[in-house]
């Protein structure tokens, strides 16, 4: 314990040589002090209270950052608003099929094949299985910035595959080249908000990626409208895609890149000139002295697999995926991709059933947004899951015995609405968040691409089985399946996930390191 303290007062002190013999020669001295060996005394009082004297001068390095307050959120907004179109694309990938699966299924010839039909939906997850498993080695190998533009090219080249097939195979091919932008894509983007946002607005932008999602699927369900009078049409809902994508990877070109990265890379000045863009001149010493401290005790450069699987940092992938295979298992995704034929079965006009569950995504986005800094993460985890149980115990009573053909009616469509409403206020944006900002940051882009990798196996079998699920079992059964695993969340989440509201990333990864010592 006393090392780590001596340590401490060590870094402190550098911090106020950096801005005088510069960034470089300080990160040489610090490298230098972490091969040292660091007298062990048990430190007294006094030290104790020198050294909380001492972070606080590093917090607070000048008057007016303290009469400051927090940084502007305006000068990180556009590098968010740009991150964002991944998750706009993300959405709109999800939702293409809904409308249009009908219609695709009768111009390439697999008309009233479950299987097939299934296939167009769950190749593009499997091929987000296969990019989510590299999305680590591609972050911190070429950075945030170029991470982007590498997701954006996949989902050009498969959107136009998709759009222009005759075939089946075709189709499939162009479905998986999409997913693996689409693999790359989420990791990336929850990295890039996490790393560019202050830390008193993170949520709110994390946040703000769900309701580009929603805007995603929002678009993809009108686009998909006509799908049911014009066969082609489908053609039409494919090459739209293209457009964001390519907005994407031009504009990246304008974004800064991750602080954290740059730093761990060793370009400590490059870091220090992006904290100044998204910061200010006045935070930039505070948000250096950040860094360094969670920078400490690493002794690799680079993450291994084993220290996911056996380390330290176990406790933090476990929750990770555990999360993210309880927000599949809920069944989220059958609704995003099956609505349609959901709502046909319950004699629901389609299109209009799908708009609204689109406006309920969208709606439960912006409460997430205004309430994510609020409330805090784990309040709306739990919330958010116990509601999405609630809702599928309302669907399970749709189709049986007891309930008359309206309250099929209202129950059905009522309780899939509310479904989707409850899982945008928490569920959905904060999974992806709250890993991002837990994982330690040697650690995070390999963390995260471990998770997403449970996130898409376990949506790849809910995609491909569950209209024959559905067949097999019926709605109450399943609905009541995918019920029990939103209350098995909510247990998860009460003993398991810890708050990271208000904290910086560097305060949560040692609170969290301390706590498993």
């Not at 739209?240 to 954290?260: G, Y």
């Not at 116990?386 to 209202?410: E, K, N, R």
């Amino acid at each position: 314990m006393s090392s780590k303290l001596l340590w401490r007062c060590i870094l402190c002190a550098s911090l106020d040589l950096q801005y005088c013999v510069g960034m470089d020669s300080v990160r040489r001295t610090y490298t230098i002090m972490r091969g040292r060996h660091i007298d062990k005394r048990v430190p007294s009082k006094e030290f104790l209270s020198a050294l909380d004297k001492a972070e606080t001068a590093v917090r607070l390095p000048t008057g007016a950052a303290k009469d400051s307050g927090d940084p502007s959120w305006k000068r990180s907004l556009p590098h968010v608003l740009v991150a964002s179109l991944t998750s706009l694309l993300f959405g709109y990938h999800l939702g293409v099929v809904n409308e249009t699966l009908e219609s695709i299924s009768i111009d390439l010839g697999f008309s009233g094949n479950t299987m097939a039909e299934g296939l167009v939906v769950s190749t593009c997850l499997g091929g987000a299985f296969i990019g989510s498993l590299f999305s680590g080695l591609v972050t911190d190998g070429v950075g945030r910035r170029r991470a982007f533009q590498l997701s954006a090219l996949p989902m050009i080249v498969g959107a136009s595959l998709s759009a222009s097939t005759e075939s089946l195979e075709g189709m499939l091919l162009g479905r998986f080249l999409v997913g693996i932008g689409m693999g790359i894509g989420p990791s990336v983007t929850a990295l890039y908000v996490t790393e560019v946002s202050p830390a008193y607005v993170r949520g709110t932008y994390g946040s703000s990626t769900q309701i580009a999602t929603c805007i995603g699927l929002l678009g993809a369900l009108f686009a998909g409208i006509p799908a049911k009078d014009n066969l082609g049409w489908w053609r039409i809902c494919f090459w739209i895609s293209i457009f964001p994508a390519a907005m994407l990877a031009v504009f990246m070109e304008l974004c800064v890149e991750s602080p954290q990265w740059l730093f761990k890379r060793g370009r400590a000045a490059e870091a220090e000139a992006v904290f100044e863009k998204l910061l200010g001149g006045a935070y930039v010493k505070a948000a250096m002295a950040e860094l360094m401290k969670s920078d400490r005790g690493d002794d690799a450069d680079s993450a291994k697999l084993s220290e996911l699987l056996f380390g330290r940092s176990f406790r933090v992938v476990f929750i990770g995926s555990t999360l993210f295979a309880l927000q599949q298992l809920s069944g989220i995704n059958a609704v995003f991709y099956f609505s349609s034929t959901v709502f046909k079965k319950a004699g629901v006009p389609s299109a209009s059933a799908n708009i609204c569950v689109g406006l309920c995504n969208l709606l439960g986005s912006t409460v997430a947004v205004v309430l994510m800094d609020k409330l805090g993460r784990k309040v709306l985890l739990i919330g958010s899951f116990a509601g999405m149980a609630v809702s599928l115990g309302l669907q399970a009573m749709a189709y049986t015995s007891l309930s008359s053909p309206f309250g099929t009616l209202f129950l059905s469509v009522g309780g899939m609405l509310l479904f989707v409403l409850s899982f945008a206020t928490g569920a959905g944006p904060v999974p992806s968040l709250l890993l991002s900002e837990i994982c330690p940051g040697r650690l995070r882009a390999t963390a995260l691409a471990v998770c997403l990798a449970v996130h898409w196996v376990i949506n790849f079998f809910v995609g491909l089985l569950f209209l024959r699920m559905l067949e097999q079992l019926g709605s109450v059964l399943l609905n009541a399946t995918f019920g029990f695993f939103c209350v098995v969340a909510v247990i998860f989440v009460q003993k398991n996930v810890i708050e990271t509201k208000g904290k910086s990333l560097q305060e949560i990864e040692i609170s969290l390191l301390s706590s498993t010592h």
